[in-house]
């Protein structure tokens, strides 16, 4: 039976509330377990959804933390609303955080754009994310694990990669 559903998922059948993304808590539960069982420690499913003018773009991530405790961060420009899923021209990137002791690295996935299309905004420990091209439009707003120093952060951008460096405040 876990059998069927993996090659289920592995066919595309996972969803994320866009008309049966994870189609009900037991598919996430089944997944977890399965993660758990192959000693897996992150997994991600994209897709997309082509119309005559729309493209809709969605996605997930679940990594498996210290504790066993999972986080799942969904990414794309597909949005629940009470009328069902909705296409957005601005897409939310794939973001990770990463803990490097006395500072953080967050990687962002932002294809389409160039270095010059892309603004970084850090505020305390929130960090804004935004680029727009002819083509496409990210944004995302970020909360930090803990405060960071003022100041403008290290940021640099290569093949569709965005990685953004700022050092945590004292005692942060």
Do not use: C, W
């Given at each position: ?9 592995e ?20 997944l ?51 009328e ?37 905004d ?12 002819k ?14 120093q ?20 004292s005692?942060?």
């Amino acid at each position: 039976m876990a059998t069927d559903k993996k090659a289920g998922r592995e066919a595309g059948e996972i969803n994320l509330g866009l008309g049966g993304v994870f189609r009900g808590l037991g598919n996430l539960i089944d997944l977890l377990s399965e993660m758990t069982e192959e000693g897996k420690t992150e997994i991600s499913q994209t897709g997309e959804l082509k119309g005559k003018e729309l493209k809709g773009v969605y996605g997930f991530n679940i990594k498996i933390g210290l504790g066993g405790a999972p986080s799942v961060e969904t990414f794309g420009n597909i949005r629940k609303s009470k009328e069902g899923p909705v296409v957005e021209e601005v897409r939310e990137p794939l973001l990770d955080v990463l803990d490097e002791g006395d500072s953080f690295r967050i990687v962002a996935e932002l294809p389409g754009v160039e270095a010059g299309d892309i603004k970084v905004d850090l505020k305390d420990d929130i960090l804004t994310i935004t680029a727009e091209s002819k083509e496409r439009k990210y944004s995302k707003e970020t909360l930090l694990p803990s405060r960071t120093q003022s100041g403008a952060p290290g940021v640099s951008y290569r093949n569709g990669i965005l990685e953004v460096r700022v050092r945590k405040a004292s005692g942060g």
